[in-house]
């Protein structure tokens, strides 16, 4: 257990539909990362927030957003939502960003969009 | 331009069998930072390493063992007396000072017993 949540674990919506997707970091981590999973793509980082402010933006569609709130836990949220989009999110969170450290994987959320 | 190769997308092993999975990154940072993360069936991604480009001793873990030749730009890992426990996917994965981290596309590795 990497000490980072993740709700929900899998979530099926509808082409167009907008989801929210959380994570909480572990206890002390400042730095949070949002990933996408997928065959075609791979692991791909979509973005990054430390201690509240944005830090930096990966390949992250603008119908994508996230945030991170003053208790550290951050959202993402996905809009308009496409088949392609179907994918595990994953969040990660670390106790400083520079310089890279290692970064803890919650277990994901299972997105389908059908 | 800022990449990770892992030339290998499957490797099967017999149990007790030693397996090196190769990874080799592109990078024009000076300072950058090297991982390896395991993937279990469970899907949650495992940290094992972290090594900076200044340290290129290499690193034993138990069964795990590290090879960092900047040389080559190569960052191999190797599982000596390999174990059905370890059959996962693994990612190597590049995060330079200034960027974002780039992963691998991932080596399945398949212990049979």
């Known amino acids: 257990d990497s000490g980072v949540t993740q709700t929900p674990k899998h979530l099926i919506t509808a082409t167009g539909q907008r989801v929210t997707l959380r994570c909480s970091p572990r206890s002390g981590d400042l730095s949070v990362y949002w990933y996408q999973q997928s065959l075609d793509q791979g692991l791909q980082f979509l973005i990054q927030y430390y201690n509240g402010e944005e830090r930096a933006k990966g390949n992250i569609l603008e119908r994508f957003s996230a945030q991170q709130f003053p208790d550290l836990h951050s959202e993402l949220n996905l809009s308009s939502l496409e088949l392609g989009d179907s994918a595990l999110y994953f969040c990660?969170?670390?106790?400083?960003?520079?310089?890279?450290?290692?970064?803890?994987f919650g277990p994901g959320t299972r997105l389908t969009v059908t | 331009a800022q990449k990770v190769t892992q030339a290998q997308t499957e490797i099967s092993v017999v149990e007790k069998e030693d397996v090196t999975l190769d990874c080799v990154y592109e990078?024009?940072?000076?300072?950058?930072?090297l991982f390896w993360y395991k993937q279990p069936p469970s899907g949650e991604l495992v940290f094992l390493i972290r090594?900076?480009?200044?340290?290129?001793q290499n690193e034993i873990s138990g069964r795990y063992s590290w090879n960092f030749q900047k040389s080559t730009s190569s960052f191999n890992f190797t599982i000596t007396a390999s174990q059905v426990v370890d059959s996962a996917v693994y990612f190597c994965a590049q995060h330079p000072v200034y960027n974002d981290m780039r992963f691998g596309a991932g080596t399945r590795l398949t212990v049979k017993p």
């Open positions: 990660a969170s670390s106790v400083v960003s520079d310089p890279p450290y290692e970064q803890y």
């Open positions: 990078t024009r940072d000076t300072t950058y930072y």
């Open positions: 090594r900076n480009s200044f340290d290129e």
